[in-house]
């Protein structure tokens, strides 16, 4: 059973940043590709970035340059950090272990609004 908790969403105002974090926990037998999708409201779910085991990452054009996503592997953990955020930003973001993604954690809303 693998689990992924995700947190660090919230509301901030154009132009601010959030950090994102997920913990992956459970029965990981090899250390795999990580990452973050989006969903938007009336948008289908959106890939965001993604990181591999090595460090080799790619992200959707509409973030390059003011998302990074990293990782620590000895916690099992990826982080986005989120700069220079957009309205169009909002959406609930979603921590997938896997690529194609084989689990999902549970999603956590982001929200940018003044």
């Known amino acids: 059973q693998v689990q992924l908790v995700e947190s660090g969403g919230g509301l901030v105002q154009p132009g601010g940043s959030l950090r994102l974090s997920c913990a992956a926990s459970g029965s990981i037998f090899s250390i795999r590709t990580m990452g973050w999708y989006r969903q938007a409201p009336g948008k289908q779910r959106e890939l965001v970035a993604v990181i591999s085991s090595r460090g080799s990452t790619n992200y959707a054009d509409s973030v390059k340059g003011r998302f990074t996503i990293s990782r620590d592997g000895a916690k099992n953990t990826v982080y986005l950090q989120m700069n220079s955020l957009e309205p169009e930003d909002t959406a609930v973001y979603y921590c997938?272990?896997?690529?194609?993604?084989?689990?999902w954690g549970q999603g956590t809303q982001v929200t940018v609004s003044s």
């Open positions: 997938i272990l896997g690529y194609p993604p084989a689990y």
